[in-house]
């Protein structure tokens, strides 16, 4: 399976920008999809992840100003991104989850950048 993320790039704060990653290959074999964070300095941190049938987890730190969703008919993943903030500034990467076995999957890093 290979993911490619998009959508990063530069915004001032309180802007908003939307991550897709497209999942290719053995999409058979993805379960929950979902996007990390690295910030320069810090770890790999969970920002949100839903499952095939819609259900959603958040991080505190998002809640109420990112939203995720997908398409399973494409086996896209997205991040809609509002009110952003300059702590929100780092690496996003997109994940899968695999349904079986290991090991899960990793998009290469989109990085937002939220200016003050």
């Known amino acids: 399976v290979q993911l490619q993320a998009s959508g990063g790039g530069l915004v001032q704060a309180g802007g908003t920008l939307r991550l897709s990653c497209a999942a290719s290959?053995?999409?058979?074999?993805?379960?929950?999809m979902g996007w990390y964070r690295q910030a320069p300095g810090k770890q790999r941190e969970l920002v949100a992840s839903?499952?095939?049938?819609?259900?959603?987890n958040y991080a505190d730190s998002v809640k109420g100003r990112f939203t995720i969703s997908r398409d399973n008919a494409k086996t896209t993943v997205y991040l809609q991104m509002n009110s952003l903030k300059p702590e929100d500034t780092a690496a996003y990467y997109c994940?899968?989850?695999?349904?079986?076995?290991?090991?899960?999957?990793w998009g290469q890093g989109t990085q937002v950048t939220v200016s003050s």
């Open positions: 994940k899968a989850w695999r349904l079986y076995g290991a090991p899960d999957y």
């Open positions: 839903i499952t095939k049938l819609g259900w959603s």
């Open positions: 290959g053995s999409i058979s074999s993805i379960g929950n």
